[in-house]
């Protein structure tokens, strides 16, 4: 089972927990930081964190090296998103995870967001989005191709997709 960080929600100000996009339900989950913190400690699959140290205390930072997790989107209110880290380099208010890539010759991406919807993209309409500074977590683009990042689901011809460590 592998757990995809979707968004993080608050009450007003305080954190109450995080969505996760379970690839094996197809479904999306809540847990509270704890929890995520508990399952990487048990080296279970939670892509989107990494553990991090902040004064001597374990913290959850987004896996930006490993999983391309850049920003992520916060619910704040009913049908509110925001940014953790607010640049202003998009007007779009929609981040992506890619979950699953698919194809031989015509490459699909399923991707899932922070609205809980599951989309699929064409690799030149994903391209597009991340060319318009969308961000998008599990590929990254290099040299104006696709690479997929560890935790990636592939199915299909693995010889076609360019995985990354």
């Not at 391209?127 to 998008?136: A, H, S, Y």
Request: glycine residues 10%.
């Amino acid at each position: 089972m592998c757990m995809y960080l979707s968004n993080g929600n608050f009450l007003g100000q305080r954190l109450i927990g995080y969505d996760f996009y379970d690839n094996r339900s197809k479904g999306f989950s809540g847990l509270s930081e704890k929890q995520v913190i508990a399952k990487l400690r048990n080296n279970e699959k939670v892509y989107g964190f990494v553990l991090g140290d902040e004064d001597g205390k374990e913290v959850l930072k987004l896996d930006a090296e490993g999983f391309n997790m850049n920003n992520l989107q916060l619910k704040t209110g009913v049908n509110s998103l925001s940014w953790m880290y607010e640049d202003g380099s998009s007007d779009m208010n929609i981040g992506l995870i890619v979950v699953a890539v698919s194809g031989d010759k015509k490459k699909v991406y399923e991707t899932v967001n922070a609205r809980h919807a599951r989309v699929e993209y064409s690799e030149d309409k994903l391209k597009m989005m991340m060319e318009l500074n969308v961000p998008v977590a599990g590929v990254r683009l290099e040299k104006n191709k696709l690479v997929v990042c560890e935790g990636v689901e592939i199915i299909g011809s693995e010889e076609e997709v360019k995985e990354g460590a």
